[in-house]
């Protein structure tokens, strides 16, 4: 079973709209980071955000917001007020704290979401 | 003052050859890992280190062969470089374990085997 699912192959946004990118996972460990990535055409990833599984409330880090829903097991990344270089590939990732296998010594990462901003 | 740099930044070479990618971090971090990137973008873990031990080889051919002379260093050595190779890799390292800390990444390494 896939750790991270990113449903959205790709998504088009009008410049200055917000826009949501979801992002599933599976675990059953209790204690979990998650993570997006930003991966502009230049090809270089950039860290943006991150959330905790016993974080209380949403992370939010300038115009990037996390939608935690533990129970949903989804950490959607939304970006308000988007600009024209918000255009890139976004990853959604997890990290885990248990030491099953060496799990907490990787960041796995979904498939991805190309992100369009429209002028 | 880069984080965490990798060299070279391209590298084309034929089938058949052997190659190596190097990767240094300056953040004093622990743990280093190497991850590929296909033509699809998927981003996948091949080996993580710790403090120079190997933790994670995630069923990588042995073609395959890192070496971490210290804890800053974590280097790619391929052998017999297949088209199949072809892929961006990254070197990536992260200060603690835990769930908690984010991965800080080089910048790639665009491998292309003709």
């Known amino acids: 079973a896939q750790k991270i699912t990113q449903t959205q192959p790709g998504m088009f946004v009008q410049e200055k709209e917000a826009v949501t990118l979801d992002c599933t996972y599976d675990?059953?460990?209790?204690?979990?980071?998650l993570f997006w990535y930003k991966q502009p055409s230049s090809g270089e990833m950039i860290f943006l955000i991150y959330?905790?599984?016993?974080?209380?409330q949403n992370a939010t880090e300038g115009r990037y917001s996390l939608n935690f829903q533990k129970a949903r097991k989804s950490a959607n990344l939304v970006i308000s007020a988007s600009q024209l270089g918000d255009s890139a590939m976004y990853f959604c990732?997890?990290?885990?704290?248990?030491?099953?296998?060496?799990?907490?010594?990787?960041?796995?990462f979904g498939k991805g979401t190309l992100l369009t901003v429209n002028p | 003052d880069t984080a965490v740099s990798q060299t070279p930044k391209y590298l084309v070479t034929q089938m058949g050859n052997d190659k190596s990618i190097k990767c240094e971090q300056n953040?004093?971090?622990?743990?280093m890992y190497w991850y590929k990137q296909d033509s699809k973008k998927f981003l996948k873990i091949m080996f993580s280190?710790?403090?120079?031990?190997?933790?994670i080889n995630e069923t990588v051919p042995n073609r395959f062969s890192p070496k971490s002379p210290d804890k800053a260093h974590l280097n790619l050595h391929i052998n017999s470089l297949e088209l199949g190779d072809s892929a961006v890799y990254f070197c990536?390292?992260?200060?603690?374990?835990?769930?908690?800390?984010?991965?800080?990444f080089g910048q790639g390494t665009r491998l292309t085997v003709v």
């Open positions: 959330q905790g599984s016993y974080d209380q």
């Open positions: 990732a997890m990290r885990e704290a248990g030491n099953s296998g060496g799990s907490n010594y990787k960041l796995t």
């Open positions: 280190y710790n403090n120079k031990e190997l933790i």
């Open positions: 675990t059953s460990d209790p204690s979990y980071g």
């Open positions: 990536a390292s992260s200060p603690l374990v835990g769930g908690y800390t984010e991965a800080f």
């Open positions: 953040l004093g971090h622990d743990t």
